[in-house]
């Protein structure tokens, strides 16, 4: 017998070496996996998103107290109101429809004012109203 194992000549010698390098193969993979982890776990507690953020359930808000006047949105004619919906205190998000192209104000109205309008499918040359 000559000593070498069942395998023949030279096959443990090549195996071990292929064993160790899958071996080492998988230790960087684990140590960059666990960087990248980190990483990210780093990343979104520095930069939360928003929608991440927790929000209380919608509940009924009253507006802050107070003689609002006529508020007057200054909309074409045949325009009415297809949606309503609080965004912040004071401040309401108003989808239109109909007198032109369909649209979503942003109405503060505490401030009485207009401070964002959205519109949707415009039709070329278009010209969207001022706020």
């Known amino acids: 017998m000559s000593g070498q194992g069942v395998g023949g000549a030279g096959s443990g010698v090549a195996g071990s070496r292929g064993l160790l390098a899958a071996v080492i193969g998988m230790g960087v993979l684990l140590a960059v996996g666990s960087l990248v982890l980190v990483g990210v776990l780093v990343h979104r507690i520095a ?25 007057v949105l200054g909309e074409p004619a045949g325009t009415h109101v297809t949606a309503l919906t609080r965004q912040d205190e004071g401040l309401l998000a108003v989808a239109l429809s109909g007198g032109g192209p369909d649209r979503v104000l942003l109405w503060d109205v505490a401030h009485r004012r207009i401070i964002g309008r959205l519109v949707m499918n415009a039709a070329p040359g278009a010209v969207a109203p001022a706020p």
């Open 47 to 71: 930069h939360p998103r928003p929608a991440a953020m927790a929000r209380p359930a919608a509940e009924p808000v009253a507006l802050p107290a107070g003689d609002y006047g006529e508020l």
